[in-house]
């Protein structure tokens, strides 16, 4: 049970929330979307929700090209994010929350390869993920919890993220000729 220590139950369920949907509570309000999370109640709310979690630990989630991003001077002091590849928008340092897809892809400049360890997906120097998500799969990969399965002792409830693991495609400098051969 020495990765329920390293990664803390609420980083799971955070992974497992939807964000930027419209609060329940506060419907007919402008600007209601599910743009925070709770550290210490495990949920998400709107700026209409902050009172009743003032006092609160929380995080505000951010959008960088379409997927959920999290400031890293929010998470500095929650969660140890080293390793984890941080991109710049807004003249702040953010941290993707789940894998990123091939649409976020970037080409590489430097003659050696970077990869995030989960997914292949490319890196700048020194980072060894590309998202929380993925730290948090290479943490609990040699344990028998696979699944990152952890029992909440309070609400007697499972906690079972989502995340997946995507086969290791073979690197190879050129691929596969797209076009005929000239005859």
Partial sequence: MKSIAVV???????????????????????????????????????????????????????????????????????????????????????????????QHQQQQSNSRDYCCTICDKSLQENSLYCSIACKVLDIYRDDELCCLEHEDEEAGFLIRPTLTKRPRLRNSRKG???RAPMF
């Fill in 8 to 102: 803390p139950p609420w980083v799971i369920v955070m992974y497992n929330t939807e964000f930027f949907r419209n609060c329940v509570s506060h419907q007919n309000a402008k600007k209601n979307e599910l743009d925070r999370f709770c550290i210490e109640c495990a949920q998400s709310f709107c700026s209409h929700c902050f009172p009743a979690h003032a006092l609160h630990k929380h995080v505000k989630i951010r959008r960088y090209i379409y997927s959920d991003v999290i400031n890293q001077q929010d998470l500095c002091k929650l969660f140890d994010f080293s390793g984890i590849q941080t991109y710049h928008t807004n003249k702040a340092k953010v941290l993707f929350l789940k894998q990123r897809t091939n």
């Fill in 176 to 178: 596969v000729p797209l």
